[in-house]
């Protein structure tokens, strides 16, 4: 009997892990807040040259913050340096206020689409650099600490068809 169990929770285990991950990691945000000048980089190394990947922005926020949408600059630079940046926009919450994103009690977790099919072209280490950019209407300066935002990750997975 013991043995079945065991057969059990490892085919179980097996299951529930996402095969087409190929890397997810996060950063951890002091107390909640984001800071505009910090910019969280991420490294990618030793990425498939010939197959298609997804890539996404994931974002775990609280019942602190206080705005409906996020704005994200996001810049992604190739063994080469060449960097693409991208100014995105996504939204947070409906229109009636309700929290998108999964998760139950005060922390959502959004999974946003950063690149879609992408092909990384060459062998090396890439790096993805992610700010907010985050301003109040008619302020040029921007919002200095964000609050509310707890972690800020990516996560990489193989393209399905």
Same mark, same amino acid.
């Given at each position: 009997?013991?043995?079945?169990s065991?057969?059990? @929770?490892?085919?179980?285990l097996?299951?529930s892990? $996402?095969?087409?991950?190929?890397?997810?990691?996060?950063? +951890?945000?002091? $107390?909640? /807040?984001?800071?505009?000048?910090?910019?969280?980089e991420?490294s990618?190394s030793?990425? $498939?040259?010939?197959?298609?990947?997804d890539?996404?922005?994931? /974002?775990?926020?609280?019942?602190?913050?206080?705005y409906?949408?996020?704005?994200?600059?996001?810049?992604?630079?190739?063994?080469e340096?060449e960097v693409? #940046? $991208?100014? @995105?926009?996504?939204?947070?919450?409906l229109?009636d206020?309700?929290?998108?994103? *999964?998760?139950?009690?005060?922390? #959502?977790e959004? *999974?946003?689409w950063? #690149?879609?099919?992408?092909?990384f072209?060459?062998?090396g280490?890439?790096?993805?650099?992610?700010?907010?950019?985050?301003?109040?209407?008619?302020?040029?300066s921007?919002?200095i600490?964000?609050?509310?935002? +707890?972690? /800020?990750?990516?996560e /990489?997975? #193989?393209? +399905?068809?």
């Open positions: 009997m013991r043995s079945l065991c057969c059990f @929770l490892a085919l179980v097996f299951a892990c $996402d095969s087409n991950i190929i890397k997810s990691e996060y950063r +951890t945000l002091e $107390d909640g /807040v984001w800071n505009k000048d910090n910019i969280l991420f990618l030793e990425m $498939d040259t010939v197959n298609q990947h890539v996404f922005i994931n /974002v775990r926020n609280d019942n602190t913050f206080p409906s949408n996020l704005f994200i600059i996001a810049a992604l630079t190739t063994p340096g693409t #940046k $991208d100014t @995105l926009e996504y939204a947070m919450s229109p206020g309700t929290w998108l994103g *999964k998760g139950s009690g005060s922390i #959502k959004n *999974k946003l950063y #690149k879609e099919n992408i092909v072209p060459s062998s280490v890439y790096t993805i650099e992610i700010s907010h950019a985050m301003r109040k209407n008619g302020n040029v921007g919002i600490n964000l609050e509310g935002i +707890t972690d /800020v990750g990516i /990489v997975t #193989k393209s +399905t068809p």
